[in-house]
């Protein structure tokens, strides 16, 4: 899934950002939709009945956490986009805890709250007066919007549940995730910049369409199916890890010191969350 911040910084410098994120999901359909058509068309009034869930999953899944990460590697780094994606595990414990009223311990409160002070000092850069003057950059806040969007994908993806598969329910949902972006890809061709349809951007798509698109998600699905969303949201926080190696190995990215202090800090943080989310299972 980390794969994703590849196409998030190099993908974008060749193919517009929204139109990646479009024809992503597109090609993700059209594979799966090869492989479960004949199990669709038998289950249509399943996908009737789910239908506006599914949407609402493609949305914040491929359409939310599909764009916005394309967006920010414009004017963003890897490390950056990494380290702050990893507050996606934080939302999930805050949606879970509010609309499905999972408990909400002492130390979760204090692992949330280093995670985010964490995550913080990535946006701000340790300079308490970008948090001051609502300075931040760019790219940074489009990556902490995808992170909400993956924390409500993942949360109503455990709690909502489907009478259809795995790759039944990913190919309808990439399916709206395409939809969903539809109409702002329209807008990006018309008004932005157009999209040059050569060998480069088949590449680009189709790495993003099967590394952090088909693989990833089902792997994620399939992970969430045995241990709930809010510890396969931990998996998460391998972004800082081989984001910065992304980075660095990569695109010649550099570490600075706020970037290990934040580091530090997002790990112990969900170190006591996970601590306690194992004794509670217990």
Known sequence: MASNLIVARGGVEYVPPISLAFWRWTIVFLILFFFNFH???????????????????????????????????????????????????????????????????????????????????????????????????QGDLWMLGAAVGWALYSVYLFHWKSNLTVFERFTIISLCGALSLLPF????????????????????????????????????????????????????YLFTVYGAFYGIVLFNESLETYHYISTIMVFLGIYLVKKKVKNENK
């Open 39 to 137: 199990n669709l068309i038998k289950k249509s009034i399943i996908i009737r009945k789910e239908f506006k869930n599914l949407f609402f999953l493609g949305a914040m899944g491929c359409g939310i956490c599909g764009a916005f990460p394309f967006l920010a590697g414009q004017t963003t780094t890897i490390v950056n986009m990494g380290i702050i994606y990893t507050s996606s595990p934080i939302f999930i414990i805050l949606i879970s805890s509010i609309f499905f009223k999972e408990k909400f311990t002492l130390v979760k409160f204090i692992g949330l709250i280093l995670c985010l002070v964490g995550v913080f000092l990535i946006i701000t850069k340790s300079n308490i007066n970008l948090l001051l003057t609502l300075k931040f950059t």
């Open 185 to 236: 890809y329209l807008a990006e061709e018309i008004y932005i910049k157009r999209t040059e349809f050569n060998n480069i951007f088949l590449t680009w798509v189709f790495f993003a369409a099967v590394s952090p698109g088909i693989i990833a998600f089902s792997l994620y699905t399939y992970t969430q199916k045995f241990l709930g969303a809010t510890t396969t949201g931990f998996t998460l």
